[in-house]
């Protein structure tokens, strides 16, 4: 046999490989062989979607729109743009227990965070604590680079710049007694946000890193003066401001503000008043956009969503009455070698 | 002198003044006289002057010399040493060859330059640039030259991979070593191929590679012969013979007395033309063509050494000119790809529209200038208007995956793999010649799988071409030979001859043999089935006669015509003996080894007589011939067996077979010059015949005749053979004659019936024949015109013949070529024979290999339009040549096409090569179907390079037809592998390839389109642009190209067990407008899906941008990729493998990403992992994305399968049951087991006449067919 080789240099291979007779799987695809699939998928869908349904039921969601266009909405006052810092107050009342631990959301819709200009309009050195990103901005950031002196703004760009700086106050009505609910605001940023991701120069004092910069147009303060109370939630890692940077995906879009987790509300709020204290501070009108405030509590699977459950069994049960479909296909049609 | 001078400011006058035309010394008319003189005296005017004038002057001119219709080319060697301006022949390239496209320096510029004439990569380009213009762009611009660079320069790293290589050939090349005379040394120098130079002389020892264009101007050999082996120019084995210009260097050879001119054509690619003259200071011409040049390329053998003039030098070789590069041809697919694409264009521009326009609405309905409007630097915020404006041009950059570029490059790189396999097949292998198939057009596999129409040729295509001497008929008489039938029928039964017969060899040959033997038992095995065919058993009744004849024609100087007629059968040839020397191929010395054993087994009752019982001797085979003079007869001296190492070789195989039939009866032919031939009679005596002419074949004439002075009888005989019809028009006076002449072509007509190939042979003696000669002398030296001289030389010898008899050779069928043709046609392919050959032999050929069918209704459309009919439906046409000629003509064109539209087979006859490609034009272009052709031979080019896959049989009859070819084969049995199986193949393979690459960027670009309306038409991307960049790149590239390299859907066993499967391709094809619409269809439906299951779920969550991209791009990828598993047919270890390593690499590399800090999509895909929800969008988005292709498919095969599905059910089963019902089912249609060729059982000689063959060979016709000018098989010989 060796020598047949020698004698003929181009004989290919024969190998499997070559002459492509390597062992194969050859799933066919008729009705006989796949109905217990069809079945198996759709006991477990529709198992999964009941599961679903029933998480989704019992988380509580309260949304309260306080935009204001209408006459009889108490936030109208505020609504107009010339107004500055107008305080307007939500009175809403809670049934039953509302379980804790209760999330605080604030939503905007109509608000295209997604904008790509607006998107890409943010420096990431910046934002990283580089201090070498303060003198020179990064130039996706036009027109909020300089301000009018020349002076690089930190942080820069768009994102930043058009910040939604909301104050809210939630007070349980006790007898007539307005009593505040404690808002934990630790913790609503993204962990790895908070600790990798933004940082501060490590200046001490952190105000001499601002040093011979602007502050963003629109803001009030500076970045170093973002919350007065904790020094420590200042800067680039002031958690409402990392929840501002992470950009939402839609228009619609709610954000978290606060949890209550604290005190007498650990376990929820009781059924009661309640009044909510707004600092009105970010017009809408100009997008005709709506500006609510929600409150939900979460399972296991995030927040309220009752589309994944439906969708679960519906798609179950279209399995399950498509296998009675195939049976009667398989009835009739079959192929010999199947029996 | 002063003469000289003042013609000489002259013309330089003129020259400066723009007159180019005044140097006229390459007219022949005028270069009569002193023509050399003329050129010396322009080289000296040239010399004159030295400015940049004469510069420019000398390009002009060189340019002038190189495009002159005839070139005067002198010795060099008078010029040598001196400086360059100096030498006469510096117009003219030298042999240094670079076949490189770039150089070092300028390769970055040429090469991008070459990448930028693809549209594709402008397309990239365009698209890249756009992304630099800041209003538009919709990714960063520097991120957005990623894919053009990654393509560019991996292309520029392949091209100057593959130029590297060229380069390196061409080094190797130029730097071979050759002999070149320098008048230094007064020798010949070693030097290096580049060396040489128009003008050098240059030689060439044996076996050594010719560097250069040479005119032969001298050999070792006495007669001035010298042979070459072609074989790595045109393939073709066989020895050839170059004689040298006669009358210019005898006796012995000066180079440096060489002073005449060699006037010589412009440089061209015809391997078989050459016209040259070579003028004398005399003024006297010496004619010479293409017998008298060495082509660079050429191996010279059996000659010591060989001188030669350099005529043509380095890219002016006949070889290099005819040296291109691959085909390119475009297939059927990739031009409806294309119009596909088109489509892809348009929606990628309607979908920007739409963008555009949404962002103008979107704009328009905003009430005020919202915060998160970014302004521009000045701080305006630009019109809706001008927005959407831009809009529409950044979407283009957003979508552009739309078209799919990427697919193109994965094209080529599927037909890799598709060629890969086709030539790694074993079963597409050829045992006996060791050749695989070879692929020489490299993009158009898929076309295999759409095959319509075979267009084949018969000689050497659907029969071996390996001829055997079958019958003869001398003098009216027919001789059978049925001694020859039964051992062909012998060998026949006992199955293929290689399986039984070497060992007889072996065991009748002499030790020394043997040895060698079993030494190379595997090339006797190769090479003894052409052994076994040469072999003719004599018709004892003519053997007898020819002892007689032989006998009573020596005594009495009187010919005898059956003496005459196997003179005439080993005289009037081309056919060239080699002695079977060492550095020959091996292979014909074991041939020739085998054969004297095989001989002495066999001719038992000759052996005493022919060969002697001496054991066989090393050295019989280097010097086989008897020392003879050119006295005439000899007693025989040798009773050696010098023919034992005789070896034929002959430019066609007709002729080899008929100087083995006349070896069979002992006039054996011993050796060739172009002077004389050399002929051992039955008695022992050699005859050595004086050759005064060779008028070679060609195909106006269709015969060929050898001139030559008859040694006993002194006289000039002429021995004419060729077509019958051709021959029997040119007969003397009838008298005596009519009888013979009646009987021979009745015995014509029989072997023509039983497929047999015609020939006649005829003689006549010419009293004084010295004029003719000369004239035919004088002919061949005008360069112009020569044919035509030779022509009528031709017809004034060629006249008043007498017929000595006929032969009838066989050319069996190929292996297989019944059940081949047969198993194509139940493919649904239509089988037409194109042939050269007579209706008859045509017909019983079509016959034999199942072509027409006995119950066929077989239309014969000839001049009188006989039809023929039974009682089937199945029509078949036999067309002959001239009815086709009529039938193409423009006003039955198109009823032909309808009629022929309606036979099952049709087979022409008497075709000529151009008419074949008419034929084939005609049918591709009137039906529009998918046409093949197949043949062997340089007739067949014309067919092979007509129709959409040409097919080349590397065979006998060299490599033409193979050179012209897209694809090789080595046996037309493999035909019905390579169509049915890997032709299905590949077409299935890529047609959902394709589809599936459409789906693949559609489905993925749709999700960033839908994004568009929820972020306000602002190009936005819910994925960073690199996770877009790898799931091309690297996350969806490997399991498409894997899918069209290695899916199968039908096992090849089941393809090639029910041929009708084969019809699934042909036509529209899987790769239907249909096909195309509705995957683009199901692509929008899973995006959709895919975009919007996610969407629901996230829309009141509190979810950033990049958190929702991440699922979208995990759904997409599962969803895609699943898809590509329905769609697998058929699950390998390979398919496992790069499915389940796609998503592994798309998981880790994804990883990987999210984990780089200053990335947007950071830690995006690990939170995702953490949250249940992730997992179970996923599931639902799959299934219900994937759920209508998954039902449709599973209710299509189960309510309606196709015969695919069916074919794989058939798969399915175990092997024995699939084999029983591939039985049983053939068996039903009707195919049943082949019939026994007609040919392997010979008919006898009663045949009775049927009706048809009056109408055939009817005078009338047959002047017609001449003034048609059909061909005849003879077609085939050549002339080097």
């Known amino acids: 046999m060796v020598k047949e080789e020698n004698e003929s240099p181009n004989r290919p291979d024969n190998t499997a490989f070559t002459q492509q007779r390597l062992p194969a799987w050859q799933p066919m695809l008729s009705a006989g062989i796949v109905i217990p699939g069809f079945v198996l998928i759709g006991l477990a869908f529709i198992g999964i979607g009941v599961a679903l349904l029933i998480t989704s039921r019992n988380i509580q969601v309260l949304e309260l729109d306080y935009t204001g266009t209408e006459q009889n909405s108490p936030c109208f006052q505020c609504s107009d743009p010339d107004q500055q810092d107008c305080v307007c107050t939500l009175q809403f009342s809670i049934n039953s227990l509302f ?28 934002l990283y604590g580089d201090l070498s990103y303060f003198k020179e901005p990064y130039d996706q950031c036009e027109p909020y680079r300089f301000d009018r002196n020349k002076r690089p703004i930190v942080p820069c760009g768009s994102v930043a710049n058009c910040i939604a700086v909301y104050t809210f106050r939630l007070f349980q009505i006790v007898n007539g007694q307005q009593k505040e609910v404690p808002l934990d605001g630790k913790g609503i940023a993204w962990w790895t946000d908070y600790n990798i991701k933004f940082r501060n120069p490590t200046v001490t004092p952190l105000r001499n890193a601002f040093n011979s910069t602007a502050k963003p147009l629109f803001w009030p303060r500076p970045a170093y003066e973002l919350d007065p109370s904790d020094p420590a939630n200042n800067g680039f890692i002031n958690q409402d401001f990392l929840v501002w940077m992470r950009r939402a995906a839609l228009p619609d879009f709610r954000k978290l503000y606060r949890r209550i987790t604290e005190g007498d509300y650990a376990n929820g709020l009781p059924a009661g008043n309640y009044s909510l204290e707004i600092a009105y501070n970010y017009p809408v009108l100009s997008f005709s ?12 699977m995030g927040g309220k969503n009752e589309f994944l459950g439906i969708a679960y069994l519906v798609i179950g049960t279209l399995c399950v009455v498509m296998s009675v479909v195939m049976l009667i296909v398989y009835a009739k049609f079959k192929f010999p070698e199947e029996d | 002198v002063t003469e000289l001078i003042r013609d000489a400011r002259h013309s330089m006058w003129k020259h400066v003044c723009g007159f180019s035309h005044c140097v006229r010394a390459q007219q022949p008319a005028n270069g009569k006289k002193g023509s050399l003189l003329r050129i010396r005296r322009r080289e000296s005017s040239s010399m004159a002057w030295w400015n940049p004038l004469a510069l420019i002057r000398d390009a002009l001119t060189g340019q002038r010399v190189r495009e002159n219709d005839l070139r005067h080319l002198v010795s060099n060697l008078p010029y040598e040493g001196l400086g360059k301006k100096k030498q006469p022949n510096r ?11 770039y150089t070092l320096l300028l390769f970055l510029p040429l090469n991008l330059f070459e990448q930028f004439h693809r549209l594709a990569n402008i397309y990239f380009v365009g698209l890249a640039i756009l992304n630099f213009v800041p209003v538009v762009n919709a990714f960063e ?19 100057a991979w ?6 390196q050939l061409d080094k190797k090349l130029n730097s ?13 120098g070693e030097r290096r191929w580049k060396d040489v130079q128009v003008g050098d002389f240059v030689k060439v020892l044996s076996n050594e590679i010719v560097p250069a264009d040479l005119l032969l101007l001298h050999t070792s050999d006495r007669k001035g012969m010298c042979h070459i082996e072609t074989s790595n120019l045109d393939g073709e084995t066989n020895l050839k013979e170059r004689k040298v210009v006669p009358g210019i260097c005898e006796p012995n050879f000066e180079p440096e007395s060489f002073n005449s001119v060699v006037v010589c054509e412009r440089p061209n690619n015809n391997l078989n033309h050459f016209k040259c003259y070579v003028e004398k200071p005399n003024t006297e011409k010496v004619g010479a063509g293409i017998e008298s040049l060495l082509l660079r390329g050429c191996t010279v053998r059996n000659t010591d050494h060989a001188i030669g003039f350099v005529v043509y030098a380095g890219h002016e070789t006949k070889s290099m000119l005819n040296n291109n590069g691959p085909r390119y041809k475009r297939s059927k697919l990739e031009r409806k790809l294309n119009v596909d694409v088109i489509f892809c264009v348009i929606l990628l521009l309607a979908m920007c529209l739409v963008g555009a326009l949404g962002h103008f609405f979107w704009r328009q309905a905003l009430p005020g200038v919202p915060p998160y409007l970014v302004p521009d630097s000045n701080g305006h915020v630009v019109s809706p208007s001008l927005s959407s404006f831009y809009m529409f041009f950044s979407m283009i950059i957003l979508l552009q995956v739309l078209i799919p570029i990427s697919l193109y490059v994965s094209i080529e790189l599927v037909k890799i793999g598709q060629i890969f396999f086709i030539t790694h097949d074993i079963d597409l292998y050829d045992e006996e010649t060791d050749s695989r198939i070879q692929c020489k057009a490299l993009n158009i596999t898929e076309d295999l799988g759409q095959i319509e129409y075979i267009f084949s040729d018969k000689t050497g295509t659907l029969t071996e071409n390996k001829m055997v001497f079958r019958r003869c008929s001398v003098m009216g008489t027919e001789y059978p030979h049925k001694e020859n039938g039964k051992s062909y029928k012998r060998i026949t039964e006992e199955g293929r001859p290689t399986d039984s017969l070497p060992g ?22 190769r090479t003894n089935s052409s052994a076994q065919e040469t072999e003719v058993i004599p018709d004892r009744k003519l053997l007898r006669r020819v002892s007689v004849a032989e006998s009573t024609s020596i005594s009495s100087q009187k010919m005898d015509p059956h003496f005459d007629f196997f003179l005439a059968l080993a005289i009037c040839n081309t056919v060239v003996v080699s002695m079977g020397t060492a550095q020959r191929r091996r292979v014909s010395v074991l041939f020739t080894v085998i054969k004297a054993g095989s001989l002495r087994n066999i001719f038992a009752p000759k052996r005493d007589r022919t060969f002697s019982d001496t054991s066989f001797k090393e050295d019989d085979r280097f010097n086989p011939f008897p020392q003879v003079d050119d006295s005439g007869v000899f007693p025989s001296h040798s009773q050696r067996d010098e023919s034992s190492g005789l070896c034929y070789e002959a430019e066609s195989p007709d002729e080899a077979a008929l100087v083995y039939a006349a070896k069979a009866y002992g006039f054996i032919l011993l050796s060739r010059t172009p002077d004389s031939v050399t002929v051992r009679m039955p008695s022992g005596r050699v005859l050595v015949f004086e050759v005064l002419d060779i008028l070679t074949f060609d195909s106006n004439r269709k015969r060929m005749s050898v001139l030559v002075r008859h040694p006993i009888t002194k006289e000039c005989v002429l021995y004419t053979k060729g077509a019958d019809y051709s021959i029997m028009e040119l007969l003397g006076a009838p008298g005596n004659q009519k009888n013979v002449v009646a009987d021979t072509q009745y015995h014509l007509d029989c072997y023509a019936k039983e497929g047999l190939r015609t020939l006649c042979f005829t003689k006549k003696v010419h009293g004084e024949e010295y004029e003719q000669k000369r004239a035919c002398f004088v002919a061949k030296a005008a360069i112009d015109g020569r044919e035509q001289l030779i022509m009528d030389t031709a017809v004034q010898l060629e006249t008043k013949l007498t017929l000595l008899g006929a032969t009838g050779i066989e050319d069996r069928l190929q292996e297989s070529v019944p059940d081949t043709i047969l198993t194509l046609r139940e493919a649904g392919i239509k089988v037409w024979v194109l042939t050269g050959d007579k209706p008859e032999t045509a017909v019983n050929i079509g016959y034999a290999c199942r072509l027409l069918e006995d119950e066929d209704l077989v239309i014969n459309m000839s001049c009188k339009n006989k039809v ?3 009682l089937t439906s199945n029509i078949s046409l036999v067309i002959d040549g001239r009815t086709l000629a009529m039938l193409l003509s423009k006003d039955l064109q198109g009823r032909f096409v309808e009629l022929a539209k309606r036979c099952r087979s049709v087979l022409c006859c008497r075709v000529t090569p151009l008419q074949k490609s008419g034929v084939v034009k005609l049918i591709r272009e009137k039906l529009r179907v998918m046409t093949l052709a197949v043949g062997d031979g340089a007739n067949d080019v014309n067919m092979i390079q007509a129709a959409d896959i040409g097919i080349g049989i590397s065979g006998q009859e060299g490599m033409q037809a193979v050179m012209a070819s897209d694809f090789a084969i080595s046996r037309f049995k493999h035909l019905k592998k390579l169509l049915l199986v890997h032709g299905h193949w590949c077409y299935t393979r890529l047609a959902n390839m394709i589809i599936y690459f459409f789906y693949k960027n559609l489905a993925n670009v749709n999700l960033l389109f839908w994004y568009q309306f929820y972020c306000g038409f602002t190009a936005t991307t819910m994925l960073d642009y690199w996770l877009l960049i790898f799931f091309n790149l690297f996350y969806t590239s490997a399991p498409p190209i894997m899918f069209g390299i290695m899916d199968k859907d039908v096992s090849a066993e089941v393809l090639l067990g029910v041929p009708e499967l084969y019809r699934t391709g042909q036509g529209a094809g899987e790769y239907s407008f249909c096909t195309f619409w509705v995957s683009m269809l199901d692509a929008f439906y899973q995006s959709l899906i895919c975009f919007f299951i996610p969407y629901l779920v996230y829309q009141d969550l509190d979810v950033d941008v990049f958190t929702f991209g991440m699922p979208l791009n995990a759904v997409s990828l599962i969803t895609i990729l699943l898809h590509l598993s329905i769609e697998i047919k058929a699950w390998t270890v390979v398919h496992w493998i790069i499915m389940l390593g796609s998503f592994a690499v798309s998981l880790i590399l994804t990883l990987l990403y999210t984990s780089c800090v200053t990335c947007n999509s950071y830690w995006t895909l690990q939170n995702q992992l953490t949250d249940p929800i992730f997992y179970l969008i996923c599931i639902i988005t799959t299934v219900v994305a994937l759920l209508p292709r998954y039902t449709f498919h599973v209710m299509r095969n189960s309510i309606n399968p196709s015969p695919i599905v069916q074919g794989r059910h058939l798969d399915r089963l175990d092997t024995s049951t699939k084999e029983a019902w591939i039985k049983e089912w053939r068996g039903y249609r009707g195919g049943g087991e082949v019939k026994r060729s007609k040919l392997s059982t010979p008919p006898s000689p009663s045949t009775p006449r049927t009706p048809t063959s009056p109408d055939f060979l009817g005078n009338e016709i047959t002047l017609n067919c001449l003034n048609w000018g059909c061909p005849n098989p003879f077609d085939r010989i050549r002339t080097f």
């Open chain 2, 176 to 188: 071979m070593p050759c002999f070149i005379y320098s008048r230094k040394d007064k020798q010949f």
């Open chain 1, 289 to 300: 956009g709506r500006k609510m405030v929600v409150f939900s509590n979460v399972s296991w």
């Open chain 1, 99 to 126: 379980e804790g631990p209760v999330f605080f959301y604030y939503g905007l819709s109509n608000y295209f965070q997604n904008y790509r200009r607006y998107g890409v309009s943010r420096d990431d050195g910046q």
């Open chain 2, 868 to 870: 023929r009919s039974h």
């Open chain 2, 162 to 167: 593959e130029d590297f290589r060229r380069y």
């Open chain 2, 504 to 525: 007889n060899h072996v065991n009748s040959a002499n030790s020394l043999s043997h040895i060698a033997v079993s030494n190379f038992s595997k090339v006797i095995d």
């Open chain 2, 91 to 101: 117009y003219l390239p030298g042999n240094a060859i670079k076949t490189t496209k």
């Open chain 2, 141 to 159: 611009p520097e991120v957005a030259l990623i894919p053009i660079c990654v393509i560019l320069s991996l292309t520029a790293l392949k091209d």
